[in-house]
């Protein structure tokens, strides 16, 4: 790395100046020495006075006093904040990932070591000098906004701030992609609106305080920039591309957005690698690295230092406590204020079926106050996409599904989750950024109503939460993992050959580039019969395809023992999806109703939005609407064959491509019914495990006797939004009519289901006019 003079800040002192140098080593002392010679011979009028400082943050007293001592001398004075800055090189690995846990400067070298590099090659290491700030200004910033209590106080507050002078300079010449919190401990406790705020707290004391600080404690060494995005680079790629796919477009504007706010970076969470992915993508980028949170329970092992040091921020599992409540609100805070970037999971979890859970807001509140509190201008939450062509986590999450358990977290879990990375090839990796969301617009100015209106900041939160999700859906890319595997689903487990399944597809992909819905190379190549053979070869072994060779030609289909994984895949394009099927199941509704069809086709879209809510994500409703009616726009006088009812509206679904609804939906409606189906006669008060381990049972019984029509209805993880969406229909309150209602609203999801069969019917008999048509010209 070159770095040039041109590059550093040149103390330039007019009368005096007390030069506050940081070294600690012969070599060093030795290069402040030249330095200072140099100053003296370029400013022979100026009073130049020296204070060396230890390399730690504690000074001995001796050293504090003398500082006092000094800082007394004139109020005119500038401090010249000064060290020696070691450019990155020369270290073993070893001896860097040794000094990475524990806490030393990763890229400065052993003080034996510094006369050698430097004799070998002396533009390894240079005198660099921070901003000068006169005691006056110091002080009154001092005054401002800290408790202000004594000279040696204001000692350890001039240091800080001579510390972080240093680290912006040194910052200018590594670049964004380095800059991390620092001193955030002795900052905090020393600030007068910390102290304040802990006196309020029933038995809170500093030294408690100080301990859950140390618990939070995150940074970024400069090592760690280096080391831990190449270690994440090393495991991902043992089975992923190696080119993580970004779209430059949206890079490029987030550095711009990054430049002017601090943001949050809310990823979507579909696997333990977005933790590695996302430093990875902010440092191949050269942008500001992130401070993830993460639950306490990744702390074992080394894991823990490595992990605090490189920006990840351990908090506790439960918030019950008043103080670590406090001290969290105000660690976040700061981190905003010095404008450092925070990032976590917008679900809070992994999505164990693939789409996207409800956000949580928990840390967005924290966010939101300090921006309320008007510690910045504006806060950004920059959403993030994340997704995979395939995960071999997958084989965990149908465990899950069945009713497993979660295996926690350990040294042996990690050596297992690495190692499973080099199982096969799971394709790309890819990233998306799109435009972030604004808490100003929607929290109003700081300091402003919100601040007092908890109900209006929690709907404007839950606004905020909303839109980031939405806009992490619509630039996900659509991959042809998921569309082979919604395919192969919705057969039942009948295999399909190459042709077909490529003459299937083809409905989609149209669907999908007339909605100018993103999609990967993979799924673009679905146009052709190689694309496909592609995808289906990379599926196959029971991932989750399985390939049945011997015949006249191979054949592939999903066991049923693979079916929740093959979900898992589909899942993460049913967005796209979405509103088309439900078009589909309403027109088959009205078609049957009694009325007005084109009244009843309404009140069944909405119906059905209102039902999947807890599942999917879905514009507001008059949104939505517009969105029906525009898909509805591709079908020739749609309205018109609406309102006539009957004939016309089967005739429409005939015409109708895709007719998709129950590959995509056809699932959780079948959830929804089992669920709705055990609570018949069930006490309204039974626990959600209980309802679970019910609905798991009678499920099996259903497979077994086709009563439902695969086993992924039969999944744990459904199950628990579909009892959601009972306990939002007050099926399990007590009330007289209980038991007509849970079983009027088992009625309703059977002729959901029933609509949904008609539409597979008529997609059935669509896919036989494409076969027919394939035929040779008298072909049997």
């Excluded at 270690?231 to 190696?242: N, Q, T």
């Excluded at 970004?246 to 890079?251: F, M």
């Excluded at 993103?518 to 029971?542: E, F, H, I, K």
Aim: charged content about 25%; proline content about 6%; cysteine-free.
């Amino acid at each position: 790395m070159k770095v040039t003079a041109e590059s550093l800040h040149r103390v330039t002192p007019t009368d005096a100046a007390l030069v506050l140098a940081s070294v600690d080593s012969p070599a060093e002392v030795h290069m402040l020495d030249d330095w200072l010679g140099q100053q003296r011979r370029e400013h022979p009028d100026a009073r130049i006075e020296v204070l060396q400082l230890p390399a730690d943050d504690d000074p001995p007293p001796a050293v504090l006093a003398r500082l006092v001592e000094l800082l007394d001398v004139d109020e005119d004075r500038s401090v010249v904040p000064v060290r020696v800055f070691w450019i990155p090189g020369g270290l073993p690995t070893r001896s860097k990932v040794v000094s990475l846990i524990s806490g030393r400067d990763t890229y400065r070298p052993p003080k034996l070591l510094q006369r050698g590099i430097l004799r070998k090659d002396p533009s390894r290491a240079r005198v660099v000098a921070g901003e000068p700030a006169k005691v006056s200004e110091l002080r009154q910033n001092w005054s401002d906004t800290t408790v202000a209590e004594n000279p040696r106080d204001f000692a350890r507050f001039v240091m800080r701030r001579a510390e972080l002078a240093i680290e912006r300079v040194e910052l200018r010449l590594l670049g964004p992609e380095y800059k991390s919190p620092r001193l955030v401990k002795p900052e905090m406790l020393a600030s007068a609106r910390f102290r304040e705020g802990l006196e309020k707290i029933p038995g809170a004391t500093i030294e408690d305080a100080g301990a859950m600080l140390d618990e939070l404690a995150t940074g970024w060494s400069r090592f760690s920039v280096d080391l831990i995005p190449t270690l994440g680079r090393a495991i991902f790629s043992r089975g992923f591309d190696p080119n993580v796919d970004y779209d430059r477009a949206e890079v490029e504007a987030m550095r711009v957005a990054l430049e002017n706010h601090p943001a949050v970076l809310l990823f979507s969470h579909r696997s333990y690698l977005d933790g590695v992915i996302v430093p990875v993508a902010m440092q191949e980028n050269r942008l500001p690295p992130v401070h993830t949170f993460g639950g306490i329970n990744l702390s074992f092992g080394f894991m823990g230092p490595l992990m605090r040091r490189s920006g990840i921020i351990f908090i506790r599992r439960k918030l019950d406590d008043p103080l670590y409540k406090y001290v969290l609100r105000q660690f976040v805070g700061y981190i905003v204020e010095k404008r450092f970037n925070l990032s976590w999971a917008i679900e809070g979890t992994r999505s164990r079926t693939g789409k996207m859970l409800p956000p949580k807001l928990g840390l967005l509140a924290y966010v939101a106050d300090a921006y309320l509190d008007g510690r910045s201008d504006d806060i950004l939450l920059q959403p993030v996409s994340i997704s995979f062509d395939q995960l071999h986590e997958t084989a965990e999450y149908a465990a899950y599904a069945r009713g497993a358990e979660k295996t926690p977290e350990g040294l042996s879990w990690l050596y297992n989750f690495i190692k499973a990375q080099g199982d096969r090839n799971y394709g790309k990796i890819y990233v998306r950024f799109p435009e972030a969301v604004s808490m100003r617009k929607y929290l109003g100015e700081p300091h402003g109503p919100m601040t007092e209106d908890q109900a209006a900041k929690r709907l404007a939160m839950q606004k905020m939460a909303f839109e980031v999700a939405w806009r992490i859906l619509r630039v996900t890319p659509v991959n042809a993992t998921g569309l082979v595997s919604a395919l192969l689903l919705s057969t039942r487990g009948i295999a399909l050959t190459l042709d077909q399944l490529h003459h299937t597809l083809q409905d989609s992909l149209d669907y999908l580039e007339r909605k100018q819905t993103p999609m990967t190379n993979s799924a673009l190549r679905l146009r052709t019969l190689d694309g496909v053979r592609a995808a289906v070869d990379a599926l196959s072994n029971g991932h989750p395809i399985t390939r049945v060779d011997g015949g006249r030609e191979p054949v592939w289909r999903i066991a049923p023992e693979d079916e929740h994984e093959a979900a898992f895949y589909r899942n993460t394009l049913i967005h796209a999806f979405m509103e088309t099927s439900i078009i589909d199941l309403s027109l088959a509704h009205a078609a049957r109703a009694d009325g007005d069809p084109l009244e009843a086709f309404w009140t069944q879209a909405m119906r059905l939005r209102d039902l999947l809510k807890f599942d999917f994500y879905f514009a507001d409703s008059m949104a939505f609407r517009e969105h029906i009616a525009e898909e509805l726009s591709w079908l020739d006088d749609w309205e018109n064959n609406v309102a006539a009812g009957g004939e016309r509206i089967t005739t429409m679904l005939r015409a109708k491509r895709p007719l998709i609804a129950g590959a995509m939906l056809r699932p959780f409606f079948e959830a929804y019914e089992i669920v709705a189906d055990v609570l018949q006669g069930a006490s309204p008060e039974i626990s959600e495990k209980d309802l679970t381990t019910l609905a798991l049972g009678v499920g099996r019984q259903y497979v077994a006797q086709e009563r439902v029509h695969s086993n992924e209805s039969v999944s744990a993880l459904l199950f628990t939004t579909a009892r959601q969406v009972a306990a939002d229909q007050h099926l399990l309150e007590p009330s007289a009519d209980l038991d007509e209602r849970r079983e009027a609203f088992v009625a309703e999801l059977r002729g959901i289901l029933r609509n949904m069969s008609e539409v597979e019917h008529i997609a059935r008999r669509q896919f036989v006019a494409r076969e027919l048509d394939r035929r040779p010209a008298g072909g049997g």
